[in-house]
């Protein structure tokens, strides 16, 4: 069955600290990757995509995330927070073949000055 | 405002009234895809439309809920004789191509429906 995988409800850190949240996911096609944020009250913004080539695909605001097939996973990265990224962010799933996105539960992030 | 544009933002029913939920997509887009987000919830997919056709109504409830993407004017999600399992937030989404070529999907600011 296809999902998606957001191990972490909720993450803590402190402004400046360095981020990564995990993403997993389970699909039988080759995964289009997409990670997506949302502030409260708010749509969902695009962060970064990842469709084929390199690996490591960079995104708006200072995130990357990378692709690792073997472990099925691409997380998020960003290796300095800033109070403004406080939201929560999804991790969502599609394909070539496949018209909607299969998104994770999401991870609540909180930033502490 | 280029984006994704969704209205009312918030609506309030009660029970067994109807729901009339609008998304009109990004300027050059003609692809509509409806997600659900109940509370504490990622989202889920519900419909994918094109103009004036329904591609994919795989995670459509099968009675109370219609969806419909006419010639001229917006995508429309209707929900009829509403219950309380419906409060949720709704969103619209739009691509330029069907999102399985490469095409990104963007999403509007949401609808919360609460019912009473």
């Known amino acids: 069955a296809q999902s998606v995988t957001q191990p972490d409800i909720h993450i803590t850190v402190s402004e400046g600290a360095s981020l990564e949240l995990r993403c997993n996911y389970s699909?039988?096609?080759?995964?289009?990757l997409f990670w997506y944020v949302q502030s409260p009250g708010q749509g969902l913004q695009l962060l970064l995509k990842?469709?084929?080539?390199?690996?490591l695909v960079q995104g708006i605001k200072g995130f990357e995330a990378e692709f690792k097939r073997s472990q099925s996973s691409f997380n998020l990265r960003k290796p300095s927070v800033h109070w403004s990224d406080a939201a929560e962010y999804f991790c969502a799933v599609g394909a070539r073949d496949a018209d909607k996105l299969i998104f994770g539960t999401g991870t609540r992030l909180q930033v502490f000055p | 405002n280029a984006g994704v544009m969704q209205n009312p933002r918030h609506l309030v029913r009660r029970r067994g009234q109807e729901a009339r939920l609008r998304c009109s997509p990004m300027k050059g887009h003609s692809h509509v895809y409806w997600y659900r987000q109940l509370p504490e919830e990622g989202l889920k997919f519900m419909v994918y439309l094109q103009k004036e056709n329904i591609i994919d109504e795989s995670g459509m409830p099968k009675e109370r809920f219609s969806a419909e993407f006419p010639k001229e004017g917006p995508s429309i999600l209707r929900i009829q004789q509403v219950v309380r399992g419906d409060s949720a937030a709704y969103f619209c989404?739009?691509?330029?191509?069907?999102?399985?070529?490469?095409?990104?999907?963007?999403f509007g600011d949401g609808t919360r429906l609460s019912i009473l």
């Open positions: 989404a739009s691509s330029p191509g069907r999102a399985g070529s490469n095409q990104p999907q963007h």
């Open positions: 990842y469709f084929s080539g390199d690996t």
């Open positions: 699909y039988g096609a080759t995964p289009y």
